[in-house]
Nanobody, 128 residues
Framework: QVQLVESGGGSVQAGGSLRLSCAAS????????KGWFRQAPGKEREGVAA????????YYADSVKGRFTISQDNAKNTLYLQMNSLKPEDTAMYYC?????????????????????WGQGTQVTVSS
């Protein structure tokens, strides 16, 4: 049974940093895709960052480029999202996701439709 468990969310002031973690269990695929998504109240879930582990390629939404970094520790089977220079508009529930058979993600598309497994989310709140 695949489980993804996020942690690391919290409340910070604008300009601050957070690092989100996503620990995977029951999931051992190589050359897969993983991603981070967020959803603010009343808005659709949007892709933030993704990684194609087969080639180490990373992809980011324009709104977070230069501020967020996605990475993976294979030994720990854990995905990370380092978030710097946080803005109030980054406030949302953040979810990690994983997909063993990469679809459009492999080419830079970060869509919730392309991911099969999801975590329960961790809240990030950025105050001005």
């Amino acid at each position: 049974q695949v489980q993804l468990v996020e942690s690391g969310g919290g409340s910070v002031q604008a300009g601050g940093s957070l690092r989100l973690s996503c620990a995977a269990s029951g999931y051992t695929y190589s050359s897969d895709c993983k991603g981070w998504f967020r959803q603010a109240p009343g808005k659709e879930r949007e892709g933030v960052a993704a990684i194609y582990t087969g080639g180490g390629n990373t992809y980011y939404a324009d709104s977070v480029k230069g501020r967020f970094t996605i990475s993976q520790d294979n030994a720990k089977n854990t995905l990370y999202l380092q978030m710097n220079s946080l803005k109030p508009e980054d406030t949302a529930m953040y979810y990690c996701a994983a997909e063993p058979i990469c679809g459009g993600t492999r080419y830079g598309w970060i869509s919730p439709k392309d991911f099969r497994y999801w975590g329960q989310g961790t809240q990030v709140t950025v105050s001005s």
